[in-house]
């Protein structure tokens, strides 16, 4: 199994910045994050595979940034550009041994 262990989230003024953090108990091959806004579906937001292939929502790109310390089997989210739609909790995903895990969220609001 793997554990995630997500941190980062708060409030930020729209406009602002934020930088989320991932580390998993193992290495994995595939790592990205997702976020759910109250009432809507859980969506992707980035993923990054071990080899650097990454991919973004259209709702972030050239705003958000992922990138991956395989070291220390940690994922980042640089958040740029904040906009109050950003608000949402964030989740880390992890593929390993074919299995999907998930950690346990962290809030991101985006508020004046």
């Known amino acids: 199994q793997v554990q995630l262990v997500e941190s980062g989230g708060g409030l930020v003024q729209p406009g602002g910045s934020l930088r989320l953090s991932c580390t998993a108990s193992r290495s994995t091959n595939y790592m990205g994050w997702y976020h759910q806004a109250p009432g809507k579906q859980r969506e992707l937001v980035a993923t990054?595979?071990?080899?650097?292939?990454?991919t973004y929502a259209d709702s972030v790109k050239g705003r958000f940034t992922i990138s991956r310390d395989n070291a220390k089997n940690t994922v980042y989210l640089q958040m740029n550009g904040l906009k109050p739609e950003d608000t949402a909790v964030y989740f880390c995903r992890a593929l390993w041994g074919g299995v999907f895990y998930w950690g346990q969220g962290t809030q991101v609001t985006v508020s004046s």
């Open positions: 990054q595979t071990s080899d650097g292939h990454t």
